[in-house]
């Protein structure tokens, strides 16, 4: 299907019916809200450059905002729907995702409003909670994971103690200088990167019509094969918090070489070699270049210091922006019945597309002309907005439909 024809798929539920189903599958509830914080993330900069309006200054809310907000929210709503399915177990239950919900929304607001500290800490603590859920559901399990999602789970980990690190200090704990730096790129780098690469080789060869190597056969106790892979997912999750070990104690250099060069290997190894991964089709081209924009961001981040924030921003809105919006799609659109929509091109993710290069441009231009800054960080939360209300106008309503096999 090569048009934006709308198939039948299913009819949105009732309000009532939908809570108990977004209970049951997280990201039904999370991925909207992800999205919320997501705008409010880059609003801070436009609020304070143009109207002056700001809780609390934007270099600290806004990273905050769209690493804990937005991504944590995609994370959590993702990992919350898929493991348990994939481990055969039951289904989050409704106060549980709602604690989830409330605390990311409360995350925000606290974000929002200047109280750093309580916020970093709250988020901490709603991914230790996330993960102990998960972790009392393990023992009844009827099947494995794939074994990629111990980077993705290791990711999580990482980023609570990042988050608890950095709330630590904001509270008035004496900190070093490297251990604090070592949080902040837990968090802010660790958070995006692992999780994304951990569901990235689970899903993407799907993209592209091509088996996942993470794909085993079903089984509660491991075979050799999981091991081996999970083992590989393990060692690329050491070698990145080396990285982030090897960059905090003040060698940007190598820890971001070395980060770069682990992206790279690990996809190498995850990703069959194929024609197909050069398929047409939105989701193969966004997929293929927020990868790219990945590798490049991670690496001039490294190659270039006086302008790492700006090459960052290759990874943080091209590299894990678009490709959760791009995942995010798929999830939405597959579970209700319309995932024919993305067989060839998809006008709104395509459009989403555009206005998030848009957004890299502007971002990237306003460290290289100081002068403009203001303005130029305003227009590139302003095409980011726009990247977002494209996307969730075409795909939110979505979340109220149920699966086709429900």
């Given amino acids: 299907m090569t048009k934006d024809t709308e198939p039948s798929g299913t009819k949105p539920l009732p309000w009532g019916e939908w809570i108990g189903l977004g209970a049951r599958e997280p990201y039904r509830i999370l991925f909207p809200l992800g999205i919320l914080l997501g705008a409010v993330g880059v609003a801070v900069w436009p609020l304070f450059f143009l109207w002056g309006v700001a809780w609390a200054p934007p270099p600290i809310s806004h990273p905050r905002l769209l690493v804990e907000g937005f991504v944590g929210s995609f994370v959590l709503g993702f990992l919350g729907t898929s493991v348990p399915r994939l481990l055969e177990v039951r289904a989050f239950a409704l106060w549980e995702t709602v604690s989830f919900a409330g605390a990311l929304l409360a995350v925000g607001l606290l974000h929002f409003f200047g109280v750093a500290g309580w916020g970093d800490g709250l988020f901490g603590i709603t991914l230790l909670f996330f993960l102990g859920?998960?972790?009392?559901?393990?023992?009844?399990?009827?099947?494995?994971?794939?074994?990629?999602?111990?980077?993705?789970?290791?990711?999580?980990?990482?980023?609570?103690?990042?988050?608890?690190?950095?709330?630590?200090?904001?509270?008035?704990?004496?900190?070093?200088?490297?251990?604090?730096?070592?949080?902040?790129?837990?968090?802010?780098?660790?958070?995006?990167?692992?999780?994304?690469?951990?569901?990235?080789?689970?899903?993407?060869?799907?993209?592209?019509?091509?088996?996942?190597?993470?794909?085993?056969?079903?089984?509660?106790?491991?075979?050799?094969?999981?091991?081996?892979?999970?083992?590989?997912?393990?060692?690329?999750?050491?070698?990145?918090?080396?990285?982030?070990?090897?960059?905090?104690?003040?060698?940007?250099?190598?820890?971001?070489?070395?980060?770069?060069?682990?992206?790279?290997?690990?996809?190498?190894?995850?990703?069959?070699?194929?024609?197909?991964?050069?398929?047409r089709g939105t989701v193969a081209g966004c997929a293929r270049l927020s990868l790219l924009l990945s590798v490049l961001g991670l690496l001039l981040g490294s190659l270039s210091l006086p302008l790492r924030a700006a090459w960052l921003h290759l990874f943080f809105l091209g590299g894990a922006g678009l490709l959760i919006l791009t995942v995010g799609a798929r999830v939405i659109l597959g579970f209700s019945g319309r995932g024919e929509l993305l067989a060839g091109r998809y006008r709104p993710l395509s459009q989403a597309m555009a206005w998030i290069l848009g957004a890299i441009l502007l971002r990237i231009a306003a460290d290289l002309v100081p002068a403009r800054r203001d303005l130029l960080l305003s227009g590139a939360s302003l095409f980011w907005l726009g990247a977002l209300v494209l996307w969730a106008w075409a795909v939110l309503p979505k979340v109220r439909c149920p699966d086709v096999e429900d």
């Fill in 133 to 279: 859920r998960l972790a009392s559901r393990f023992p009844s399990r009827k099947d494995n994971p794939p074994p990629s999602f111990v980077l993705a789970l290791s990711g999580v980990l990482g980023a609570a103690a990042g988050a608890l690190v950095e709330s630590s200090e904001r509270m008035g704990l004496t900190l070093s200088p490297e251990l604090r730096q070592l949080g902040l790129l837990l968090l802010y780098q660790g958070l995006p990167l692992l999780p994304i690469l951990g569901v990235g080789a689970f899903i993407l060869p799907r993209f592209y019509g091509l088996p996942s190597r993470e794909s085993l056969p079903e089984g509660r106790s491991p075979t050799r094969a999981w091991i081996g892979r999970a083992l590989a997912a393990l060692a690329a999750a050491l070698l990145l918090l080396i990285s982030f070990v090897w960059e905090a104690a003040g060698a940007p250099l190598g820890g971001g070489l070395l980060r770069a060069g682990t992206l790279v290997g690990y996809l190498l190894y995850a990703i069959p070699a194929s024609r197909e991964l050069f398929s």
